[in-house]
């Protein structure tokens, strides 16, 4: 296992599911050393992972970066193309200990099923690609880099993994345009993006997060 620790003291609150994708998840009411746990899969670059932890570092994480591992091939969709993000996140909440948040990450194409703002499939979109994937709340994300194109494709990625991590602490989408928390809506506005507004860095002090 290879790791590095940056510091910080979360204060976590019990978090409730908004969702029947994630179940409840207790993070301690008391102060304690919250953990974000980076599970790369076996063909991440080496260098986006130590770009990726350089800039997780900015906001007093501390980062445990695990050895990687096989995609599990249970989590391909029916056919065998991508991987389903949604699978992959159950997967890494098992892995997850109390008090830490696990993210994977991969250069594979990953997958989910779209929802209208009803809570209906949209049959059209049942096996949607997407940047990544996270319970909200909850331990677990996944991020791929696979649909990140263009310039600035190490900053893009960094944007999506701080984007799920938010909505591991609670925080849905965000109608600001320039927001980390802004919804992708199948296209990339990365480049747009370049800090969280104040609305949802407010919900993030509150958590631990250096803004």
Known sequence: MRS???PLIFSFILLFSCNSESD????SSQSVQ???RIQPFIGFSPSLLDFSVSELS???FNVEVLEPIPLPSSCLNMSKT???ADSLLVFLKAKTPPNSITIGFTHKDISTTKKDENGRVDQ????????GLGYRPGNASIVSSYRLKGLN???KFVKVVVHELGHNVGL?????SNCFMRDAEGKDHLNELDSFCNHCGKTLKKNGWRI
């Not at 409840?24 to 993070?27: M, P």
């Not at 849905?172 to 600001?176: A, Q």
């Open 34 to 36: 919250g953990t974000i």
């Open 82 to 84: 991508r991987y389903r």
């Open 124 to 131: 059209n979109k049942s096996d949607w690609g997407v940047f």
């Open 172 to 176: 849905k989408h965000c109608e600001k």
């Open 24 to 27: 409840k998840v207790w993070f």
């Open 58 to 60: 900015k906001y007093s």
């Open 4 to 6: 590095v620790f940056y």
């Open 153 to 155: 494709k190490n900053k």
